[in-house]
Structure formats: structure tokens, C-alpha cells
């Protein structure tokens, strides 16, 4: 029987989609990100969308401003896709290196994604612009037709969206973020295996957990509502499966999505798991369970800068095995220099495994 460690250091991991909000939630927010992860693809759907340069540098700036002092972390920022965005204005981005990629959100497919595409062949102009200078592409792959069932949005994007656009756009650079199904997780490891290794995948902490019944377990739990919804246990089992695997296609990205309390507990609550303070145990709980702990760093921290053409972080972080209990929220106390208009306690953010004990801790160097 192989011995169980006590202890796992790991090269510092990078996340690759994340949601940090901005104003008082990012204040609150940041640190937790910040202090697990070197670098972060940094989602652009606020309000308004982050769709030129201009409004790229700034939210950066707010992003450094709000850092606490001592952590060091790298804000990767991202372009909002809309069906007039300036192919010029995203290639300017890129080349200043400004933007890092460009987010694809098909329209009202998530928070705040009204101004989204409402039709790929609306932004054919950009994508041959972005499949010639090697910009990635993440996508958002739900279909957003109201007569199909919501949780076969996602397989049906592939079909009726993503293969095409990949035949269209053969080298373009893809990330089909987020997945939560089989289908997703099939077809990202066969074009893998056949060579191609312009497309990828991130795969959520709460989607490696959760399946759908855990939104209904002794009632509606809202703060398991996220987009893409979470899937059957097959679904599940076959994401945990891919992370697992070892292929580099596979690779972290948290979706980490903080709304306030009165956000989620609503009549019409908001999709978002707030996950990131204890990501990367979380990570390990799921890798532990598969046996596969030495697949984790590799998921973790050298698969996506790799896709991304950039240096893996030199520094590292250590997981314990020590058993922490994960409190109901993230806290004011917990970090400083929240500013006048700080959120008010009641509607700081749930946290993922609220109320659960998580075998491993993260220490940080």
C-alpha cells in the first residue's frame, strides 16, 4: 500500500478564469485569490463590459490597488466580445499586452452577459483577427435558445457552435472554460489525442464535487446555483476523470464568482460559487480521492501557462494535511484596507464547503 503523505509542495498555481468583481466586492474578494495564486485570467463582465484597452488598463490599476501589501500577484486581463467590438482595439490590446485573450459570452447566457454575441458570424472579422496574431479565445459554451433544456446547453454549444467555428478557424487558440459534461470533457481529450493542441479545458472546483441533486438537497440551495448548472453524477465523474488524467488540455480555472448575500438569496438568485478562498483544497480533496496527488501540480500550476505561452511560477506553496473547518463566509476581519464603502457583513459572500472540514491547508511561503 502506498504511503500517505503528510505534506505536498506544489509549484504556486495560477487561475485561469476567475471573477473579481469590482469596488467594495473586489476589495473583499482579492486577497483570497491573491494569496493562492501567482496570476489569474481575470473575467471582463462588469458593468459596463471591459471592451477596450482604455478600460482594460483601468480596471487593472484598481485590481494592483486593492492588492494588500506583501502578496504579489499578476492580474491577466481579458476582452468582453460584442457583436461590434473593433478587430484594431483587440489587436492593439494583445500587442501591448493588455489583453491576455478575449471572452466569448454568448448573449444572456450568464451575469452580465447581455451584451454579448448574439451571433458568431457577427464576429467572424475578429476571430480571423484573433487566429492571426494566436489571441485565445475562452468561450462560454452554452446555447442560449429557451427551448433547450438547460442542462443540455452545453453539449449542444459543441454541435451546433464549436465545431464549426473550429472549422473555420482552424488555428485559432481556444479555452471551452468552465465544463461541466461528459460530452465537454470527450471532446476535449479526443482532439488532444489526435494532435491538436490549440483547444483546452478548465474544469471548476464545485464541478468536481457537485452534482445536480446537490441544489436540491433538503431544499433549494441557491449557493450551488452556478452557470453552467451543475450536471449528473456521470457528468461529474468523467470531469474528475479528465482533471485527473494527467493531459495538459486539462487545466485549473476556479470560476470563482462572489455576489452578495441578497444576491444569492433572492427570488431570482444569482449563478455564482464563491470557491476561491480554498480552491486549492479543495483541488487536492477531489485529486486525493482519485488517487491521484501526483497529477495535481500539473493541473495545477504547468498545464495552463504552458497553453498560454508563459513561465511557470518558480515559487511554491505547501499543502498540509491538517484539517481546517471552512467558515459559512468570508469575513471583514480576515483581511485589511477594506475601504469607506466596505460591504456590509451581511452580504459578504458564502463560501464553497461552508460548514465542512477539508482534510488539507494551504501554507504559503
Known sequence: MAEVPTSLVLRRPDDWHVHLRDGAMLRAVLPATARTFARAIVMPNLRPPVTSVDAAEAY???????????????????????????????????????????????ANATTNSAAGVSDLSKISSVLTCMEAIDMPLLIHGEVTDPDVDVFDREALFIERHLKPLRQRHPQLRIVLEHITTEESATYIREAYQSGDDRIAATITPHHLHLNRNAMFMGGLRSDFYCLPVVKRECHRRALVKAATSGLPCFFLGTDSAPHPRSGKESACGCAGIFNA??????????FEQASALDQLEGFASEHGPRFYGLPLNADTVTLVRRQ????????????????DDALPDSEWPLLFHAGEALEWTAEFH
Open 277 to 286: 478562498l480554498h480552491a486549492l483544497e479543495s483541488y487536492a480533496a477531489v
Open 324 to 339: 481546517q473547518s471552512v467558515p459559512a463566509r468570508l469575513t471583514p476581519p480576515r483581511f485589511a484596507c477594506l475601504g
Open 60 to 106: 487593472r490599476s484598481r485590481i494592483l490597488e486593492a492588492l494588500p501589501e506583501g502578496i504579489s500577484f499578476e492580474p491577466l486581463m481579458t476582452a468582453y466580445l460584442t457583436d461590434d467590438l473593433d478587430p484594431d482595439e483587440l489587436a492593439r490590446g494583445f500587442a501591448q499586452d493588455v489583453f491576455r485573450a478575449a471572452k466569448l459570452y454568448p
